[in-house]
């Protein structure tokens, strides 16, 4: 799947799920129309823990509105999100509300828009860029089974969620790493240990 924003040369396809006609709006500024949909999501809306599962249903709600230079469209999309919790990586389950607002010109009117801006085809216009764009912008970067989950334990790996507030470790065999740092400070050691070892080097 090509990655680049730039629009396809090729003409939009009427009946894509995400192509959009202004013909109703005759170009008259002003003249506004609304519409609503149910799309099955497309690839690849997704960031590291989260993202939008492919051909899940998503709703989209647009404005579209004729002004001089082009078409507004304004609209809102929802989309189911599935992905692990950042801190005790189980899965987990929401959805997520996108708002988007492009103008859609007539006319490329300079070198800057040909590469940025969105430009109509005829009288259609195509979201894909502009919806994906906004629901990937408001997935979660951390997203949380629950606002308050513990998280792991950090010596373990259990659940704490599921551990339950009495699991320690105190007075149960330590783990190794942190034996070492009670003998002497971890981070010294370490270092030393690396002296040690190019003095070694050296010597032999
Ligand atoms: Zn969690
Ligand atoms: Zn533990």
Not at 66 to 82: D, H, K, N, R, S
Not at 106 to 120: F, I, K, M, R
Not at 177 to 195: M, P, V
């Amino acid at each position: 799947m090509p990655h680049a924003r730039r629009k396809s040369p090729t003409t939009l396809d009427p009946r894509g799920v995400l192509v959009f006609s202004t013909r109703a709006l005759g170009r008259q500024p002003g003249a506004a129309r609304e519409e609503a949909r149910r799309v099955p999501a497309p690839d690849n809306l997704r960031v590291e823990l989260a993202g939008v599962p492919a051909e899940a249903e998503v709703e989209i709600a647009v404005r579209l509105e004729a002004v001089t230079e082009g078409v507004l469209v304004t609209g809102t999309a929802t989309a189911p999100v599935v992905g692990e919790c950042a801190r005790c990586l189980e899965p987990l389950a929401s959805s997520v509300e996108a708002s988007f607002q492009e103008l859609y010109a007539y006319e490329p009117s300079s070198a800057e828009d040909e590469e940025d801006g969105q430009v109509l085809e005829g009288d259609l216009l195509d979201l894909e860029p502009v919806f994906r764009d906004a629901v990937v912008l408001a997935l979660p970067l951390s997203p949380l089974c629950s606002d308050d989950c513990p998280g792991l334990c950090a010596q373990c790996g259990a659940r704490l969620a599921e551990a339950g507030p009495e699991h320690r470790h105190d007075g149960a065999v330590l783990p190794a790493w942190e034996a070492l740092r009670q003998y002497d400070g971890f981070d010294t050691q370490d270092q030393t240990g690396r002296r040690d070892g190019a003095a070694n080097r050296q010597e032999g």
